[in-house]
């Protein structure tokens, strides 16, 4: 089986400014090897759905717009409020291509992701027919990862943060990477039951894992082979090592 890039939709989260970069450009713009990192993202990107790209952009959208333009054909939503990744995702559903089925959610600080590992993750939800996919990383040290939990029986039931771990969900080192693959008309439920009720008023994306658990659909994790292909870029000291292991 291969990736129908014709029902497959990406949706990249890269509103954010990033202020641990100590910067005033907006995260995803500052550069790997001479090359902006939303632009690794949307190559990866570009491997499972063509031009059926959505960028979410906020702290300067015109210059994130001018990197990307020469790459490919894509939509853009704009976030106006940073209110969480799930709000982000919430801004971008009204212009997803109408033939998209699946939506891959990625964010757009993670240049190291492989076109394969993300064939393969999409692959695995739509030929088993899940309704959403958990792409999960196995680390030697989890901390300050959301977990992910599962019953006995191997059906994930959600993702709890390090924050609000008990010490034993705290020792599981199978961690949530940010990125997820979701059955469309899902996806447009389990946002609108989404609600900002925590410290930072935000909508969490993480929240719709336990909303299909809830509604009994079925969920997946796939388990990436390399887990240095999920490094998130929020620092200047995590730009650097992203450089060291590219080279």
């Known amino acids: 089986m291969t990736t129908d890039p014709a029902d497959v939709a990406v949706v990249i989260l890269a509103a954010g400014l990033g202020t641990r ?12 090897h001479g090359k902006p990192m939303i632009s690794y993202v949307v190559d990866t990107a570009r491997a499972v759905a063509g031009n059926q790209l959505v960028i979410v952009v906020g702290h300067q959208a015109e210059q994130v717009k001018r990197t990307v333009a020469d790459q490919a054909d894509v939509l853009y939503a704009h976030q106006h409020e940073q209110l969480g990744t799930g709000h982000a995702v919430m801004c971008a559903m009204p212009i997803l291509p109408e033939a998209a089925r699946h939506v891959v959610i990625l964010c757009g600080d993670v240049p190291l992701l492989r076109k394969t590992t993300l064939r393969r993750f999409v692959e695995e939800h739509r030929f088993p027919n899940r309704t959403l996919s958990v792409l999960a990383a196995r680390v030697n040290n989890p901390k300050g990862y959301g977990r992910i939990i599962k019953a006995p029986d191997g059906t994930v039931t959600g993702i709890v943060e390090e924050a609000d771990a008990t010490q034993a969900q705290k020792s599981i080192n199978i961690v949530n990477t940010g990125i997820y ?17 925590n410290a930072q008023g935000e909508y969490y994306l993480t929240d719709i894992v336990n909303i299909a658990h809830r509604e009994g659909m079925n969920i997946g994790v796939t388990i990436g082979n390399d887990p240095d ?19």
């Open 181 to 197: 693959c979701v059955d469309r008309h899902f996806l447009t439920f389990a946002l609108e039951q989404i609600q900002a009720d």
């Open 229 to 247: 292909e999920f490094i998130g870029i929020n620092s200047r000291e995590q730009l650097k090592a992203v450089e060291q292991l590219m080279k």
């Open 21 to 32: 970069m100590k910067s005033d450009r907006a995260k995803v713009l500052h550069e790997i």
